[in-house]
T-cell receptor, first 115, second 112 residues
């Protein structure tokens, strides 16, 4: 079956503009995660959705970042008034079960460049 | 708070040499631990999980509760092992949350 997909694969935007990044998780996966991967910074957790529960937003770096998950499936990460330090690869992952026992499946990522 | 430490950002070995990627965690419960790998131009993917006690691509990882470590080892490194490796211990099983805390990663380079 299809894996996690993300769009766009690359996004170049001007500083101050808003961007939306999309994630389509694997069908049937109840948990969805957003991470940011920056050079030299490793993998940084941003936000986590599980079913109808309130999302864990503890990793969002500022109030310019927000995310939604509609209908328990597709998720959109929005970055408002982008800054150059937002440039990174944004990864989405989903897992079948929220328990840490289950593997996370990652998408190919969206490379965001803020000029 | 949960913490994961991968002390080496970069690690280089020659082909055929043993390799050990270090991972230490702070955790009060009984952890389940994972190693994820990202090869060049590929997606991040699961390499192995300690609970299954498996060996994948010659790699093994032993959980040492006394040292709170989960180091990844391979006796004879291959050039195709060159990749970024992330250690990931999840939260307490009693928690309702399922997020993973990834380490910052170790970039392994295996020279010919």
């Amino acid at each position: 079956g299809a894996g996690v997909s993300q769009s766009p694969s690359n996004k170049v935007t001007e500083k101050g503009k808003d961007v939306e990044l999309r994630c389509d998780p694997i069908s049937g996966h109840t948990a969805l995660y957003w991470y940011r991967q920056s050079l030299g910074q490793g993998l940084e957790f941003l936000i986590y959705f599980q079913g109808n529960s309130a999302p864990d937003k503890s990793g969002l770096p500022s109030d310019r970042f927000s995310a939604e998950r509609t209908g328990g499936s597709v998720s959109t990460l929005t970055i408002q008034r982008t800054q150059q330090e937002d440039s990174a690869v944004y990864l989405c992952a989903s897992s079948r079960n929220p328990s840490g026992s289950y593997e996370q499946y990652f998408g190919p990522g969206t490379r965001l460049t803020v000029t | 708070a949960q913490r994961v430490t991968q002390p080496e950002k970069l690690l280089s070995v020659f082909k055929g040499a043993p390799v050990e990627l270090k991972c230490n965690y702070s955790y009060s419960g009984s952890p389940e631990l994972f190693w994820y790998v990202q090869y060049s131009r590929q997606r991040l993917q699961l390499l192995l999980r300690h609970i299954s006690r498996e060996s994948i691509k010659g790699f093994t990882a032993d959980l040492n509760k006394g040292e709170t470590s989960f180091h990844l080892k391979k006796p004879f490194a291959q050039e195709e092992d060159s990749a970024m490796y992330y250690c990931a211990p999840p939260l307490d099983r009693g928690s309702t949350l399922g997020r993973l805390y990834f380490g910052r990663g170790t970039q392994l380079t295996v020279w010919p």
